[in-house]
């Protein structure tokens, strides 16, 4: 069931969100040649408790980690561990904070010196597209208005969106009804209400949709092993635009 949340849940997701961002871009600060994904993880779940807050995915259906990090072609999902940051690599950072009962999700791709224009070219695109989704995501469109939308901006460009996994409805649970996908044709699904919050995602690839899910169980790679891109925010419907949970 889709939830509407009420002025004080709003309110609450507001705190989340911004805890998780102030999470993701310390984090990101972070990010460069030399330090492991373990080693910004531990960072981040730190922290996490100073702001008062606890991780949201740390034993979410058994995932080990504070917070998910991707590197280069992992898509979502990564485990955090030993793998040091080279020169060159793209680290995808996904962060979910609860506080008082409420969650805030976000994510970001980080550029460690990159300077194939290429691989910046799809992480632009890959911002642009969530820009793109969050835009339209106004009250009275369709859920699906924001998965055409955010599409239109990764495939116009020449890159794939990730079809196994997609965004979500959030609040108190990481996970609520609707889902959102980051394709399809618009003008399909549920409306868009004030009072709604959910979570949009794009996930794009240099090359294939296609992902597979490694022995770990938690992290996706792309299945031609080319190059992924993700951003992430919480978000808010309202009577014009969405508010932006997650600043």
Known sequence: MIVIKNAAEIEKL???????AVVRDSVARKVGPGITTGELSEYAGELIKKLGGESAFKGYRGYPGNICISVNEAV?????????????????????????????DTALTVMAGVTDPEVVRLVKTTEKALEAGIA?????NKVSDISHAVESVAVGAGFSVVRDFVGHGIGRQMHEDPQVPNFGQPGRGPVLKPGMTIAIEPMVNQGSW?????????????RDRMLSAHFEHTIAITEGLAEILTI
Not at 78 to 104: A, C, H, N, T, W
């Open 136 to 140: 339209i995501a106004r009250s009275g």
């Open 14 to 20: 507001r705190v989340s969100g911004h805890m998780a």
């Open 210 to 222: 296609e992902v597979e899910v490694q022995p770990d169980g938690w992290t996706v790679l792309t």
């Open 76 to 104: 979502v999902h990564g485990i955090p561990g030993k793998r040091r940051i080279q020169l060159g690599d793209i680290v995808s950072i996904d962060v979910g904070v609860k506080f008082d009962g409420f969650i805030g």
